[in-house]
């Protein structure tokens, strides 16, 4: 289960809707669990990829920033987001073939239909398993 508050999911949304026809990508930090994983914040990340119509890539040295910013703030790597601007809100074969953070979530967020639509997965290492997204409302 991942636990996304509703002002940390619109934040991607909107990143990808600015980034269309791009994919965009970004780092999602809060607290891992091996069951729940809770995000509080997102760090958006310039795609690096060669074709980022169709790919997307954290260039090593971005990515080295982003994964200190997080430790600084005490806050854990719960994975990762990225849009596919015509394409459905799950893995492709090719995000198969790069998925390196086993435990990790990967939600991805598809602008195909009227209404953007996330999905998340937790990769095992050999594959993504599904997970469910709950969304968190404020408080009050």
């Avoid at 509703?6 to 980034?19: K, M, N, P, Q």
């Avoid at 994919?23 to 091996?34: D, P």
């Avoid at 893995?91 to 939600?107: C, F, I, M, N, Q």
């Amino acid at each position: 289960m991942l636990e996304l508050p509703a002002a940390v999911r619109d934040e991607i949304v909107a990143h990808a809707r600015d980034g269309a026809p791009e994919e965009v990508v970004g780092v999602l930090a809060g607290h891992r669990g091996e069951d729940r994983s809770t995000v509080e914040r997102v760090y958006k990340a310039e795609n690096a990829a060669e074709t980022p119509e169709t790919r997307y890539e954290i260039a090593p040295a971005a990515e080295l920033d982003l994964l200190e910013r997080i430790d600084e703030g005490s806050l854990d790597v719960v994975g990762f987001y990225h849009s596919h601007p015509r394409g459905p809100a799950a893995p492709s074969e090719t995000d198969a073939r790069l998925a390196a953070w086993p435990g990790h979530s990967y939600v991805i967020v598809s602008l195909a239909g009227d209404a953007a639509d996330l999905g998340s997965w937790r990769w095992t290492g050999e594959a993504f398993e599904g997970e469910a997204i709950e969304v968190a409302l404020p408080d009050g």
